[in-house]
């Protein structure tokens, strides 16, 4: 499986190492990865998905091979958005695409799923253990207020992003992870035992953490409603340790055409269960291939 590569300048100058599998006439279909990951943990979905589509892949600023802005304002949700359309339009020209995203790839692609900026290109979108901020932001405030354990319990998994708000901290205790042991953290959560290891992982998290710091409490503290403008399929893991499943749970109130699919999995199902990720994604996307009409939220 061999992949054509390139990069990308962004809006604001930034680099993007970006690459494509498949043959272009086949349906787009462009994957971004989470956090402290970088595109090549998508590699085991990509080899099931690459003959009935044409994948976009890419590392996202901060990330991998690509550019990290030091200024905390260049890792914004609308700038990351805005990343997506320059790799969607390099690449792709104006095709129209269909989107799937893991963990913080899915955080920052809901902000292109929920603008109309978008409507009419994405034309279905898989969210891996992401909400979107605004959404999670309104179903905290309900779970406070009326359902307290689920709060806590949300609270409880989410306790590393009180401590990313720490300028100097976060970024320190990652110079403490080696390559080696942070694999093996993930091989623990999965069990599994064939995880690749991400050399580049200490940086990759130092990096990563302007996501969090630029975005959670601007997002919680004023959430705004955001309508998607296109189908939304939720892959929700079961046993995930960082992301309740129940925030899934009104994300219909958001989505006009909504599916949810639960997989018995960890964090990482894209590593340790990548055909189940890679028939739902795929059976949902050609759901929606042929449509062009997409909900209309004004």
């Not at 991400?198 to 998290?205: K, L, R």
Request: hydrophobic residues 45%.
């Amino acid at each position: 499986m061999q992949a054509q590569t390139q990069w990308i300048e962004t809006s604001d100058k930034q680099k993007l190492y970006v690459k494509t599998w498949g043959e272009p006439h086949l349906p787009a279909l462009i994957l971004v990865h989470g956090y402290p990951d970088h595109q090549e943990v998508w590699e085991r979905v990509i080899a099931l998905l690459v003959k009935d589509f044409y994948i976009v892949s890419y590392d996202v600023r901060g990330a991998g091979q690509s550019s990290a802005p030091r200024s905390m304002r260049a890792y914004s949700l609308p700038q990351l958005a805005t990343d997506l359309m320059y790799v969607a339009n390099a690449v792709l020209g104006q095709r129209a695409f269909h989107l799937a995203a893991h963990d913080w790839g899915s955080i920052q692609s809901w902000e292109a799923v929920t603008s109309l900026e978008f409507k009419g290109r994405i034309l279905s979108y898989s969210s891996i253990s992401g909400p979107c901020l605004d959404h999670a932001a309104f179903w905290m405030r309900k779970q406070f207020a009326q359902h307290k354990l689920k709060f806590l319990k949300q609270i409880r998994k989410s306790w590393y992003i009180a401590v990313f708000q720490l300028p100097m901290v976060a970024p320190m205790l990652w110079h403490f992870f080696k390559p080696e042991q942070w694999r093996n953290v993930v091989m623990r959560l999965e069990r599994h035992t064939d995880i690749a290891m991400n050399p580049h992982v200490a940086q990759d998290g130092c990096h990563g953490v302007q996501l969090y710091r630029a975005n959670f409490i601007p997002r919680l503290l004023k959430p705004r409603q955001r309508y998607a403008v296109c189908p939304v399929q939720a892959i929700v893991l079961k046993y995930d340790q960082f992301v309740s499943p129940e925030l899934a749970d009104e994300m219909s109130l958001w989505v006009e055409h909504f599916q949810r699919v639960e997989l018995a999995a960890n964090h990482w199902a894209i590593l340790s269960q990548p055909q189940a990720v890679a028939t739902a994604i795929r059976d949902f996307a050609y759901k929606y291939e042929n449509q062009r009409t997409l909900p209309d939220h004004t």
